[in-house]
């Protein structure tokens, strides 16, 4: 389980992250909803130690995190798929998904199961990073994140500014890392339907503090959607 104990953040004056606490359980996928602005990104920043918490614990698997730097997190287990996705536009395909690999003992091979997930990778391996529509570039930074064999994959807004049809096929590969490859998946996301369909379970943060949460399969009985509508 990933689990936040009362974490706060500040950015100068203003306070972002009020008193945060949420849990992660292993093995399932969590949906973080909230409108813009609320402090999800920043809350992720934190999870993965881009930027500090002022005060408050992280723990994976029950171990401390927060005074881990970003390289430790990764290489106990988390990865991060950015908002905006942040991939190499001037390297390769290939050569975007071996910097992914980075924190692992070099073998300077792709894992088949990457190309099995994405196969649009594998056909696009030497086509360079931003000559990819914007949602293969999801799908490679997706693809990057698992190279370093994550147990908690993190995605910030995965379908903003995405096709149809890349979300859908983005939506079935996460339930796959869940249900076929027991990995666990912290989600946000503002896409309301693309959110329900996914989520096991599902936390809302409002103005930098928790507000709901619940099974997945309760969020329409629960009024989330009216909560998160802008
Ligand atoms: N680097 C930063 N410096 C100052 N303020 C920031 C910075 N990043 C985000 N903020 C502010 O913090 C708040 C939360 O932002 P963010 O975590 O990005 O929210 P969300 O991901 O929910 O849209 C917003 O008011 C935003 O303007
Ligand atoms: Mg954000």
């Known amino acids: 389980m990933l689990e936040v104990t009362l974490l706060n953040q500040y950015y100068g004056g203003s306070h972002i992250l009020r008193d945060v606490t949420l849990s992660v359980p292993e093995q399932k996928l969590t949906v973080l909803l909230g409108r813009n602005g609320v402090g ?3 809350l992720l920043k934190c999870v993965m130690g881009v930027v500090p918490a002022k005060s408050g614990k ?7 995190y927060q005074n881990l730097s970003t390289p430790a997190r990764v290489a106990g287990g988390l990865a991060y798929v950015p908002q905006g996705r942040d991939i190499f536009p001037r390297l390769s395909v290939e050569e975007n998904l ?5 924190s692992r003992p ?3 091979k792709i ?10 990778l594998r056909d ?5 990073g931003g000559d990819l529509s914007g949602g293969q570039q999801q799908q490679l930074a997706i693809g990057r994140a698992l190279m370093s064999e994550p147990q908690l994959l993190i995605l910030d807004e995965p379908t903003e500014g995405i096709q149809p049809s890349i979300i859908r096929d983005i ?6 890392l869940v249900d076929e490859f027991g990995m666990t ?3 946000v996301e503002q896409y309301y339907e693309f959110a329900r369909e996914l989520a096991d379970h599902y936390w809302v943060m409002s103005r930098g503090e928790v507000v709901a949460n619940g099974l997945g399969a309760e969020m329409e009985a629960n009024g989330i959607r009216e909560l998160i509508a802008v």
Request: charged share 25%; no cysteine.
């Open 111 to 120: 894992p088949e199961r990457i190309y099995e997930l994405f196969p649009v």
């Open 171 to 176: 939506g079935r590969t996460l339930r796959q």
């Open 98 to 102: 071996i910097v992914g690999a980075a």
């Open 40 to 42: 999800k990104t920043t």
């Open 124 to 128: 696009m391996k030497h086509r360079r």
């Open 106 to 108: 070099a073998s300077g």
């Open 185 to 187: 998946v912290l989600l």
């Open 58 to 64: 992280i723990a994976w698997r029950g171990k401390p």
